[in-house]
Structure formats: C-alpha cells, structure tokens
C-alpha cells in the first residue's frame, strides 16, 4: 500500500514539476504577464490593467529570464524596437525594478524639449489637439490635461496627455548613447523616464524585456478587488478586455 501511495506522490511530484518547467519556458521565451501600478502610461494604460507582453520581439538577455541569471553576456536573437513601441524593461537604476514607457530615442538621436514641445533630432513632433477639459490621475491625485495625438517620423501615432500647467517645460539636449534607448511616459507631466538620467536615463539594449502586445483584463481596484464580484459591474473595465496596444 505505502509503494502505491509513494509512486502516487512521485507521479504527482513529476507532473507538478514538468508544468512548471513548461510555465518558466513560455514565461521566459515566448510571453510574460505584467500588471500596470502606476499612472505614468495613462491614457494608454490604466492603473489596474494587466498585460502580455511578448520576450520574443527583441531577443533575449540574461533579464528575460527569473531573476536574471547570469547565463550569458549581451543579447542573442537580437531585433532592433521599434520608435514608438511600448516597452518593458529593467531600469538602469538597480537592473530589476520592471518599468513600461514608449520608446521615443534611438542610439544617436538628440531629444529635447523646448516650450513642452518634443523635438527628435531637431524636428518637432507633430502633435494634434483631441481635447482642453480631461481629467487624468497622476498617482492618487487628478489633474487637468490636454491630450493630444502625437506622430512620430517613423509614421507611428499614439495619444498623449500633458498638464495644463505644463510642469516639464524645456530641457537639454539629450544625445542617445550607442545601444541605448531613451524612453518617455505617455502621460508626459507625470512619469519617471529617461529624463531623469539618475534614476532611470538611457536603457542599453541588454534591460530590454519584451514589447506589451494587448491588455487582457483590467479592473478599477478603487472600486472592488477581482474577489469581490458584486461590484464586478462596476470594477471590471470590460471594454478593455483583450484591446491591442498601440
């Protein structure tokens, strides 16, 4: 009886480890949840929102995988982003903290700010006006904004929102390293990116995670948690189910 009992717990222990080597595979190589805990993407991304994103779209670096082993140097299957991806990668600061930004620079570019215009390589970004009355949160606060429809010179479009009183006006030059990448929040007066060069700055090529694809479920948790379901009319967003990124 006690061998029928150990080859039971064996069979078990064999398939509970087989479903987690699988899992730790398609984590690491093929897509990875993440869930959204700020403000910083707004409107894009909501806090609450939870997402795929794809480990494929640029190869795969040491931070791919669980905890960043050290398993090899660089970059493999390397694929150049895309200017205007949405993004995740390491920060820079202590190569571990997960950050999700759009990506703006590529290496050798020059960004700048001048009167809360953004300009890339000397050239304004074009951007159109939607709306002069939103709200927006930037963290637990609301705040007025203009949102805008951005267009980058690679042809991509993406909406923006920046503060009526426009905290972050001008800047210096920022000159793109080699292998580097400059990242900006789409919610521009409310996110910590690479503007602030001591804290997140330039990401080089090996910080990069994967690219978001879609969301696949968002809720409000300031409504209701996900377990408590007589509020799920309320705090599901279910119009953002399964919505591709842009």
Not at 126 to 137: A, E, G, Q, V
Not at 227 to 239: E, G
């Amino acid at each position: 009886m006690s061998k029928k009992i150990n080859k039971i717990l064996l069979d078990n222990f064999k398939t509970l480890v087989g479903a987690l080597i699988i899992a730790i595979i398609i984590r690491s190589l093929i897509i990875q949840p993440f869930y959204i805990p700020s403000s910083s993407m707004e409107p894009t991304l909501l806090v609450g929102d939870r997402i795929f994103v794809s480990k494929y779209s640029y190869g795969y670096s040491k931070h791919s995988f669980p905890f960043s082993p050290p398993i090899f140097k660089g970059r493999i299957m390397h694929k150049n982003p895309e200017r205007g991806d949405i993004v995740v990668f390491k920060t820079p600061a202590d190569n571990r903290t997960d950050y999700i930004k759009r990506l703006i620079g590529l290496p050798g570019d020059k960004v700048q700010f001048i009167s809360s215009n953004l300009y890339i390589n000397s050239s304004e970004v074009m951007k159109s006006r939607l709306s002069t009355n939103d709200i927006i949160f930037c963290g637990k606060k609301k705040i007025d904004v203009f949102t805008f429809e951005e267009l980058l010179p690679n042809g991509k479009k993406f909406i923006t929102v920046y503060s009526k009183e426009y905290t972050f006006q001008n800047s210096d030059p920022f000159i793109i390293p080699k292998n580097h990448y400059f990242f900006l929040g789409d919610n521009r007066d409310c996110s910590k990116d690479s503007r602030f060069l001591s804290s997140v700055g330039y990401v080089h090529k090996d910080n990069l995670v994967g690219k978001a694809q879609f969301i696949f479920f968002s809720s409000d948790r300031s409504i209701g948690s996900i377990f408590s379901f007589w509020k799920w009319n309320k705090s599901l967003r279910f119009n953002r189910f399964f919505k591709k990124l842009n």
